[in-house]
């Protein structure tokens, strides 16, 4: 029996409660291909260095469980097929790296809102957020910027014509 690890990240636009069905759905997956789950550590909503299928953010929960070398070949199969699995890596591990669930799934859950962030982290994502409109609207300005010196240098011509 080997051990093995897949982070998944799933789309960011899915609620709590849909969250949930796919975490079960993959766990179900892995009982039909004779596997057992061993944790499941929500790690919640990151930014991606890199777009992803047009997305920024991504929903990050990482998986171990343990079983034969071909199930990870048919729950691979699956992921692919979900279409709000963003991408996913599966590695294999050493029995020491099994991390222990502490915090069941429902409260892991739970504890990934809005609400529970301390204050300190609401303000750093407001002021990711505010900076990414930011750049946004530095973005638009140099465009418009340039168009502008293209419309000045072909009414020039247009007179000098």
Known sequence: MNYYETLLIIHPALEAGRLKDIILSIEENLKKEKASMLSIDLWGKKRLA???????????????????????KK??????????????LTTIIAKSDISDQTINLDDQIAGQSRETLTPEENKSSEKQMESDESENTEEKSDLEVEKTNENEKISEESVEE
């Open 75 to 88: 729950i691979e199969m699956s992921l692919e097929h979900n279409s709000n699995v963003l991408s996913y």
């Open 50 to 72: 890199y777009l992803i299928e047009k997305q920024k953010f991504g929903t990050y929960v990482k998986l171990q469980f343990s079983g034969q070398g071909d199930c990870v």
